[in-house]
């Protein structure tokens, strides 16, 4: 095998995972017309197309599922040991996709992520602030951070950030003019700001704890954000009653409303798909947030 060959079979293993010419060449960082002469090229050297190429998706040929099953192992360990011999003596470096919910973001890499980035300039950082849960693998990330309940069975997860409550808050305008509701039935007589999923589209639901028991409340909504920034901004600005989660409110001046009916969330997790061996900046960020646990724990 020579230098060419092993490249175009690269190529072929990335089509494969990708299941696209496009996503091979977006993965490999090449244009799309290479990627194609390149599985042009191995097609010729063997003799036999690997796909069968419809408007849709592509397919295997049997050929093409031979060689993929016999060459999917022994090219995994090649790159696995290049990839060791090459963090051993190079500085980490690429790029790290992270899904997280906004309140994640706040929380646990906006303290941090700009010391790490000087420590690791090769290394590029992409949020994606997303409330669902996303499957790491299909949206192509690396890491994900999520509230425990969500999480499924198929990752490695680690827990980062402790059980927290979400309470209801308003500023000190607002009391001045509208007053403090003492009881949950008061609620329905105050300006309610809400939060819409941007994946669903619904209104997070307020639950309140009622006698030991998460209750549903009904209530009206005066304003409507699907960012939860803005939503503490418009309880700074008195615009109404916002849901904040207890740390981040604790960073403003705001004032509790029915604390005694909170509901708490349970903790978050940083997790990621099982794998035999950790890029380098995949381990170095992880170090890294371990180092910082101290803050968050």
């Not at 997280?100 to 949020?127: D, G, M, N, S």
């Amino acid at each position: 095998m020579n230098s060419s060959d092993f490249g175009q079979l690269l190529i072929f293993h990335s089509i494969v995972q990708e299941n696209s010419i496009s996503g091979a060449a977006k993965k490999l960082e090449i244009a799309v017309p290479s990627v194609s002469k390149a599985l042009k090229n191995l097609e010729n050297k063997i003799g036999m197309p690997l796909f069968l190429r419809t408007t849709r998706k592509l397919q295997l040929t049997e050929t093409g599922m031979k060689l993929w099953q016999e060459t999917q192992l022994p090219l995994e360990q090649l790159q696995q040991i290049w990839q060791k011999l090459d963090e051993q003596y190079h500085e980490p470096n690429g790029t790290i996709r992270i899904t997280l919910a906004q309140v994640h973001f706040e929380l646990i890499f906006k303290p941090i992520y700009a010391e790490f980035c000087q420590r690791y300039p090769k290394i590029t950082l992409e949020f994606s602030i997303n409330n669902a849960t996303v499957d790491l693998i299909t949206e192509n990330f690396d890491l994900g951070v999520r509230l425990g309940h969500s999480l499924n069975e198929n990752v490695v997860a680690k827990q980062i950030y402790p059980a927290m409550r979400q309470g209801l808050y308003v500023s000190r305008s607002y009391t001045e003019k509208f007053g403090i509701p003492q009881t949950i039935e008061e609620l329905a007589e105050h300006q309610m700001i809400s939060f819409r999923f941007i994946s669903s589209g619904k209104i997070d639901p307020l639950f309140l704890n009622v006698e030991g028991k998460n209750q549903l409340i009904p209530h009206p909504n005066t304003l409507i954000f699907n960012d939860t920034s803005m939503i503490t901004d418009a309880v700074l600005q008195g615009m109404g009653i916002g849901r904040i989660f207890e740390p981040l409110a604790q960073q403003q001046d705001l004032i509790p409303v029915l604390e005694q009916h909170w509901i708490t969330f349970p903790e978050s997790y940083i997790y990621y798909p099982p794998m035999a061996h950790k890029p380098k900046k995949i381990q170095v960020l992880l170090d890294f947030l371990k180092q910082a646990e101290h803050n968050f724990l």
